[in-house]
T-cell receptor, first 113, second 111 residues
Framework: EAAVTQSPRNKVAVTGGKVTLSCNQT?????MYWYRQDTGHGLRLIHY???????EKGDIPDGYKASRPSQENFSLILELATPSQTSVYFC????????????FGKGTRLTVV | SQLAEENSWALSVHEGESVTVNCSYK?????LQWYRQKSGKGPAQLIL?????REKRNGRLRATLDTSSQSSSLSITATRCEDTAVYFC???????????FGSGTQLTVMP
C-alpha cells in the first residue's frame, strides 16, 4: 500500500522562527505535493515537485520554500514563521497528473505563536 | 470563488439512509475525484471518474459526472456510522496536472 509519512505530526513554533516539515514516500512516485488545510478553504496547494531536484510553486507559495533532495523526500520550509501559517499541512505523492490518484500523509498540525 | 465546490457545508443522516453530496466545478476537466477524510487522517480517494464517463461505482458508493452542467455527485447507500467524514471533490483540470479541491462537506451518520 502507498505510504506517505510526515514528521513531525505536531509542531509549535515561535513567530519569526524557522520551521521544516518533512515528508517521506515509499511509493517511488515522481510527483510530491504540499497542501495546507484550513476550515472553509479545503486543501490549497503550496509547492509541488516532479522529481528529485525540482520544486514548483503552487497556488499559495508566499512565505514557503520547498526542497526535494531525493525521490523519497520532500520538505516544506518556513523561513520566518508567522501566526497566519498556523494550519494543518499535508504531504502527498502521485504518479502523474490530476487524472491519477494522490496519496496523502496523515498531516502535520503547526501552531505558530 | 473556488474552481471546485461542494454544494453543502454539512449533511447529517441516520444509519441505513442514503445521502448524496453534490459538487460543481468551473474548469474543463480530464477527471473528477472524490476523497474522504476521517478525523485526524489525510484524505483518501474513493472514486475517480473520467470526463468521458457518466457513472462509476465502488461498493455502496456511486459517483456521477455531468460535464455539460459541470457537476458531479457522490451517493452513499446504506450509510454506516463509520461513513462519518468530510467528503471532497477534486477536479483534474485539463492541460494541467493539478487537482483542485473543494472545501468539503461534513457528513455525519447518526445511529
Amino acid at each position: 500500500e502507498a505510504a506517505v509519512t510526515q514528521s513531525p505530526r505536531n509542531k509549535v513554533a515561535v513567530t519569526g522562527g524557522k520551521v521544516t516539515l518533512s515528508c517521506n514516500q515509499t511509493n517511488n512516485h515522481n510527483n510530491m505535493y504540499w497542501y495546507r488545510q484550513d476550515t472553509g478553504h479545503g486543501l490549497r496547494l503550496i509547492h509541488y515537485s516532479y522529481g528529485a531536484g525540482s520544486t514548483e510553486k503552487g497556488d499559495i507559495p508566499d512565505g514557503y520554500k520547498a526542497s526535494r533532495p531525493s525521490q523519497e523526500n520532500f520538505s516544506l520550509i518556513l523561513e520566518l514563521a508567522t501566526p497566519s501559517q498556523t494550519s494543518v499541512y499535508f504531504c502527498a505523492s502521485g504518479t502523474g497528473g490530476g487524472g491519477t490518484e494522490v496519496f496523502f500523509g496523515k498531516g502535520t498540525r503547526l501552531t505558530v505563536v | 470563488s473556488q474552481l471546485a465546490e461542494e454544494n453543502s457545508w454539512a449533511l447529517s443522516v441516520h444509519e441505513g439512509e442514503s445521502v448524496t453530496v453534490n459538487c460543481s466545478y468551473k474548469t474543463s476537466i480530464t477527471a473528477l475525484q472524490w476523497y474522504r477524510q476521517k478525523s485526524g487522517k489525510g484524505p483518501a480517494q474513493l472514486i475517480l471518474i473520467r470526463s468521458n464517463e457518466r457513472e462509476k461505482r465502488n461498493g455502496r458508493l456511486r459517483a456521477t459526472l455531468d460535464t455539460s452542467s459541470q457537476s458531479s455527485s457522490l451517493s452513499i447507500t446504506a450509510t454506516r456510522c463509520e461513513d462519518t467524514a468530510v467528503y471532497f471533490c477534486a477536479a483534474a483540470s485539463s492541460g494541467s496536472w493539478q487537482l483542485i479541491f473543494g472545501s468539503g462537506t461534513q457528513l455525519t451518520v447518526m445511529p
